[in-house]
C-alpha cells in the first residue's frame, strides 16, 4: 500500500469509527468501546507508518481537485513533511490514550457512545488540519474541532458550569475564527492558490501585495483555536467538560491546531516583521499573565489549563522568532507531558472527590491511595517545569535558544526586538512555571488533616495509560539530537547559557514556593484526624475539612458531582497567595478580563439586543398591529352591510345604478360644454 494511500486512512478511519459509533453505539452497547478504541489505534499506527516512511525527508504532496470554482481552484491535498508525519503520530498517540482512558473513566456514563464518537471525530478532524495541503479543507477540519469541542465540554450539560462554558468556547473561537476566514481568502487572492505549497512558493516570489494584513488577520484566528491574549479566556472555563476532554483539547488538538497553522505557514508571517512583534508581543503576555494565573488557582484543572495557555505562549514565542523547529518540537514534547498532567489529574480527582486544592490540601494519604498517579503526575510536574533530564527541558531551552539567536542578531529571521522580549518572557515564565508546579503538588499530595475518602483502585485502563505516557514525558527530549532532519534542519540542542539560566530560575522558583509553604504549614494548626469519610466542625483556628463527592461513585460522575461542590474556605498554608501578595485576587479573576469583556462587548450587545427588541415590539409590531386593525375595521363595515335581505340587495343595486347615471350625464355635459 502506497505512502499516500496510508495517509488518507489516517483522518478517514476515526471518522468511520466515529460514524459507526453514532449509528451503532446505542443499539448495541457492546460495540461502543471497540469502536472507540480500535478505529483510533489504527489511526494511529499508520501514522507512525507513514512517518517512518517519510523519514524527515522530501515532503510527500498529492492532490485531486475537489471542484471547480471558476477562479481560484479547491484541491483535496496531502502535504505531509517532517513536521506533519510527528505531529499526526502525537495526535494519533494521544487520542488513543485518551479513548482508552475513557472506557475506565466513563464506563457506566450513560451517554459514552456518544461522547466516544465525538472524540473519533474530533480526533479525525485534528488529522485533516495536519494532513491537509490545501487551505479550504484545513479550514474544513478547523471548524469541525469547533463544533466538535462545544460538544463535548457540555457533556456534563446538567449542570451550568458545563453549559456556559461550552457555549462560550464556541462563541470566543468563533469571534476569532471571521477575520481568519477573510485572511484565508485575502491570502489565496493575493497567491492565486489556496494550495499551501503554492502559497509558500508566492511567498517566495514576492507575490504577496499586503502581507502585514494578511498575518495579522490569521492571527486573530490563531489567537482564538490556540487561546493567546486576548481571546485565551475561553479555555480555563472548557475545564467544565469531562478530564479525557481537557486532555485531548489541551495535548493534541484544538489549541495545538493553530500553533501547528502559524508553523505550516511560517513564511507568510515572516514575511512582516511587524506581525513577527505583534506574535511576540502577544506571546509574552499570554505567558507571563497565564503563569501568575495559574499560580492563584484553586481548581486543580484551571491551573493545568493556564498552564496550557503558557506553554502555548513558548511555542508562538518561537514562532514569532522565525524557528518553526523550536515550536514544533514543544508542542510535541508538551502534548506528551499535558496529556499526562489532565489524565492523571482525573484519578487524583476521583480519589480526592473533589477538584479543590485546598480541600485536598486538607487530606492526607491522597499520594498513597493512588501512587500510579502520584508517580506519573510527578513525572508530569517536572516536565512542565523543564526540570532535566524530562522532555520539557529540552523543548522549552530549543526556544529560549531561538529567542537568543534572535535577540543577538545570529538569525536574521525576526526583529531583535523580538528575540528580546520572548527570550525575557520565557526566562520569567520558566520562573512562575515552577513556583505553580511546586504548589499544586504540595497542595495536592501533601495534605494535612483527616484521611482522603477511599474511591476504591483505579481501573487498569486508567492507570496503564499514565504510565504510557510518563515513558515520552520523561525521555522524549533525549531524542533532540536526532530530529533535525525533520524540522528543518535545526539544531534543537540546548546551549550552556539558556540552560543555566533556565533551569536555575525554575529551581529557584520550586524553592521558593517549598520554603513559604514549610513556613506557613508551620503556623498553622493541622486539622484533627478523623475517620476517613466523615466531616468534622470547624474550631477556631483549624482549618475545616472538606466535602467530597459521592465516595463510591466512577470517576466521571465524581468530577461531574465536584463541579457543584462549593471550594472551602482560604487556605492560610497557599504558597500562591504569599508569593503574590496583592496581585494574588486580580490573578485568580483571571485579571479581569472576562468583566472587561462583559463591560466592553456583552453589555452593549445585550443594550443593542434589547433596543432591537423594542423597536420590534413597539414601533413596527404598531404599524403591522395598525394595519390589520384597519382591515379589520373595514371588514367590520362591509360585514354590516350584508344582511341577507334581497329587497335590501336590490334597492343598493338600483340607487348605485341611479348615482353612476347621474355622474354620467354630468360628465358628458362638462365635456360638451368644453
Sequence with gaps: MTTTTLAVLVPLLPFLGSAAGLLLGRAVPGLARPLAVLPVLAAAVLAAVVAARQGGGKAIDAATQLTPTGSVPIDLALHIDGFAALVAVLVGVVATCVQVYSTGYLRHDPRYSSYAALVSLFTSAMLLVVYSGDLMVLLVGWEIMGIC????????????????????????????????????????????????????????????????????????????????????????????GPTPVSALIHAATMVAAGI???ARLLPVFTASAAALTVLAVMAAVTMVGSALAALAQDDIKRVLAYSTIGQLGYMSGALAVGNRGAAVFHLLSHGAFKALLFLAAGAVIHAAGTNSLTAMSRMSGLAKRIPDAYWTMTVGLLALAAIPPFAGFFSKEA?????????????????????????????????????????????????????????????????????????????????????????????????????????????????????????????????????????????AGVLAAPHVAHPDAEAGQVEAEALDLPHPAVDPADPGRVLLGPLHRHAAAGFHLDAVYRTLFVRPVLAAASLVRFLDREVVDTYVNGAGSTAKGLGRLVRSAQTGNVQTYLSALLAGSVVLAIVAVVLANVAAGA
Design 260 to 262: 501547528y497553522f502559524v
Design 399 to 539: 526556544v529560549l535558544v531561538a529567542a537568543e539567536h534572535a535577540a543577538t542578531g545570529e538569525t536574521t529571521a525576526a526583529p531583535a526586538g523580538a528575540g528580546w522580549i520572548v527570550l525575557v518572557a520565557g526566562l520569567l515564565t520558566a520562573l512562575l512555571t515552577a513556583a505553580y508546579a511546586m504548589r499544586l503538588w504540595l497542595l495536592a499530595f501533601r495534605g494535612r488533616g483527616a484521611e482522603a475518602p477511599d474511591h476504591g483502585r483505579q481501573p487498569n485502563a486508567m492507570t496503564t495509560v499514565l504510565w504510557v505516557l510518563a515513558v515520552p514525558s520523561l525521555g522524549f527530549g533525549l531524542t533532540a539530537g536526532y530530529l533535525d532532519d525533520w524540522f528543518d534542519g535545526s539544531p534543537l540542542t540546548p546551549t550552556l547559557t539558556t540552560a543555566v539560566l533556565g533551569t536555575g530560575l525554575a529551581v529557584v522558583g520550586a524553592a521558593i514556593t517549598y520554603a513559604v509553604r514549610r513556613t506557613l504549614v508551620a503556623r498553622t494548626t493541622p486539622p484533627p484526624a478523623v475517620p476517613a469519610g466523615t466531616a468534622p466542625a470547624p474550631a
Design 149 to 240: 469541542s462545544y460538544f463535548l465540554v457540555g457533556h456534563y450539560w446538567e449542570t451550568p458550569e458545563a453549559r456556559s462554558a461550552s457555549l462560550k468556547a464556541f462563541l470566543v473561537t468563533k469571534l476569532g475564527d471571521v477575520p481568519f476566514l477573510i485572511g484565508l481568502f485575502a491570502l489565496a487572492a493575493d497567491a492565486g492558490t489556496f494550495r499551501i505549497t503554492g502559497v509558500l512558493g508566492a511567498v517566495a516570489a514576492g507575490g504577496l501585495d499586503h502581507p502585514t494584513l494578511v498575518a495579522l488577520l490569521l492571527l486573530a484566528g490563531v489567537a482564538g483555536k490556540s487561546a493567546q491574549f486576548p481571546l485565551h479566556t475561553w479555555l480555563p472555563d472548557a475545564m467544565a
